[in-house]
């Protein structure tokens, strides 16, 4: 992945603009966040292959980056993102890393299906 | 006599940390080692630092991991289930056991290590071992293999006292080493502290066990 340059996701973002999408959106502190620190709650959430047909969608901030995406009925949302890259398979996967390079946020689009 | 190993573990590098020396010590002495593996870890949050893989791509890099690190000590029979990371403790908990039972009627242990259920803090970790522990259960007394558990839950040694075993793997360190190097995507921060910390290097030497009681 690279650090992100919110032209070029934005570009990118565009050409996933009113298409029907796979989501995989994500956030966690780790499994282990209350096992290390007991003063903090351990929190992950994920929704795989949720499907979505953006009406609209924006990166915003000077990074680390924050992305909304309008449909139909609500919306969806990431904060803290600051990497990104086109996977292999035409995916594009956003993400934000801690300072120890741990992923805490992932907000993914795709055509096809991500892997189960 | 039948002194083969089976070892049971939601993901890739679950086996590095508490157990690999045992399986290493096993493996150099010629007794047979089985690997269930039941995910890839493909939910880890460790991604490399600097992060080197993605949500999509660390599943493959985790697989090749995995091979690498059952090379370091000897596993030659790994079972992978194809499950995915963190959610063991919703599939059914009869299905995990019969599959567990499958494994063990083929290859008959003397011995079955996995995870302390009630101390080994991961959901993934608690199914697993509390899927192992009925497949256990199920069987006739007289045919149990012993039952190893790994804990590590703050309230371990407070609510079961001090491990009933504790083996010294300082005879194979490398290749405890080397198991845990393999799992690159997720133990940097480990490797890094056990070069500059004795007490993680003391504790890397020791595999501390629990005999579960059935």
Redo the contacts between chains.
């Keep these: ?1 690279q650090p992100i340059q919110a032209n070029d996701v934005q570009h990118a973002l565009d050409q996933f603009i009113g298409k029907e999408l796979y989501l ?1 959106l ?1 956030t ?1 502190n ?3 966040a209350n ?1 290390n620190n007991e003063s903090v709650l351990t929190v ?1 959430a ?1 929704i795989r292959n949720g499907k979505v047909t953006p009406l609209s969608g924006k990166i915003m901030g000077d990074g680390p980056f924050r992305v909304g995406l309008k449909i139909e009925l609500g919306w969806i949302y990431a904060e803290g993102l600051t ?1 990104w ?1 086109i ?1 292999s ?1 035409g ?1 594009l ?1 956003l ?1 934000g ?1 801690d300072q ?5 946020v ?1 907000l ?1 689009l795709s055509t096809s299906p ?3 | 006599m039948n002194d083969h190993l089976l070892v049971i573990f939601p993901h890739p590098d679950d086996e590095a940390f508490g157990v690999s020396g045992t399986i290493a010590k096993h493996t150099k002495k010629g007794s047979p080692v089985t690997y269930i593996c039941l995910t890839l870890g493909q939910m880890g949050r460790n991604m490399g630092n600097p992060p080197f893989a993605t949500r999509e791509s660390l599943p493959l890099i985790r697989q090749k991991e995995l091979e690498k690190a059952c090379a370091a000590v000897g596993i030659e029979d790994l079972r992978q289930f194809g499950l995915r990371d963190k959610t063991i403790e919703f599939e059914d908990e009869q299905f995990l056991a019969d599959e567990f039972l499958t494994v063990i009627n083929e290859i008959k242990p003397s011995t079955i290590i996995t995870f302390y259920p009630g101390y080994s803090v991961h959901p993934d970790h608690e199914a697993t071992g509390r899927a192992v522990v009925r497949a256990v259960k199920s069987m006739s007394e007289s045919e149990r293999p012993e039952l190893l558990c790994v804990a590590f839950a703050r309230n371990s040694e407070e609510d079961l006292g001090a491990p009933h075993i504790v083996t010294d793997v300082s005879d194979v360190f490398e290749e405890k080493m080397n198991c845990i190097k393999a799992h690159r995507s997720q133990t940097q921060w480990l490797v890094n502290s056990v070069e500059k910390d004795p007490g993680m290097l003391e504790w890397v030497q020791k595999e501390r066990f629990w005999r579960y009681p059935l």
Excluded at chain 1, 100 to 104: N, P
């Design positions: 992945m995989h994500e966690t780790g499994a282990y096992h992950n994920y990497h890259e996977d398979e995916k996967l993400a890393h120890e390079g741990r992923l805490a992932a993914q991500f892997d189960v």
